[in-house]
T-cell receptor, first 114, second 114 residues
Framework: AQSVTQLDSQVPVFEEAPVELRCNYSSSVSVYLFWYVQYPNQGLQLLLK??????LVKGINGFEAEFNKSQTSFHLRKPSVHISDTAEYFC????????????FGGGTRLMVKP | DTAVSQTPKYLVTQMGNDKSIKCEQNLGHDTMYWYKQDSKKFLKIMFSYNNKELIINETVPNRFSPKSPDKAHLNLHINSLELGDSAVYFCASSQVAGQQETQYFGPGTRLLVL
């Protein structure tokens, strides 16, 4: 069985501060990893994904994430957040033997304060 | 020119009723999905269709029946609605049913069962 854990349900941070949203997964097979963002009352939008190759992945809106196989983590980072980054962030995985089924973590609410 | 659209956006109905949610994508994608997001923001896949054929059917009550009249549409019909069906339902699509494919999400349908 696989699972995705987002350790922090809420992360408050001041504007222009750096932020890291944590994501760990458990799987005995290789995975593909994704981060999605959900703005209030909207659908999910892909921020970035790791499929293979370089473990540091850059996405939209200045976000990046690093795949760490030994720690089974895929933490999302941004060096300087804006008020507009306030949203719910979801980490998700697809097992390479599980078709195209996305399994999501519980989400982390990023709250950027002025 | 919305890529993935859902109707209605909001749906309030009584227990025991039957309702449908419609989804359309104009991206030319072959694969479509339905996800359920509960009140705690937990997202879980319900169904996946590829070229009008069911390829994923997670543990979902048989009161939920997806219907794909063509590959641009995947509607969700729910019979005998229950209080626990209250949730946000997201439709998504991807170009093919590949694991590396980005899934594009609709804006969601907020269902409230009274």
């Amino acid at each position: 069985a696989q699972s995705v854990t987002q350790l922090d349900s809420q992360v408050p941070v001041f504007e222009e501060a750096p932020v890291e949203l944590r994501c760990n997964y458990s799987s005995s097979v290789s995975v593909y990893l994704f981060w999605y963002v959900q703005y209030p009352n909207q659908g999910l939008q892909l921020l970035l994904k790791y499929l293979s190759g370089s473990t540091l992945v850059k996405g939209i809106n200045g976000f990046e994430a690093e795949f760490n196989k030994s720690q089974t983590s895929f933490h999302l980072r941004k060096p300087s957040v804006h008020i507009s980054d306030t949203a719910e962030y979801f980490c998700a995985v697809i097992l390479n033997n599980a078709g195209n089924m996305l399994t999501f973590g519980g989400g982390t609410r990023l709250m950027v304060k002025p | 020119d919305t890529a993935v659209s859902q109707t209605p956006k909001y749906l309030v109905t009584q227990m025991g009723n039957d309702k449908s949610i419609k989804c359309e994508q104009n991206l030319g994608h072959d694969t479509m999905y339905w996800y359920k997001q509960d009140s705690k923001k937990f997202l879980k896949i319900m169904f996946s269709y590829n070229n009008k054929e069911l390829i994923i059917n997670e543990t979902v009550p048989n009161r939920f029946s997806p219907k794909s009249p063509d590959k641009a549409h995947l509607n969700l019909h729910i019979n005998s609605l229950e209080l626990g069906d209250s949730a946000v339902y997201f439709c998504a699509s991807s170009q093919v049913a590949g694991q590396q494919e980005t899934q594009y999400f609709g804006p969601g349908t907020r269902l409230l069962v009274l």
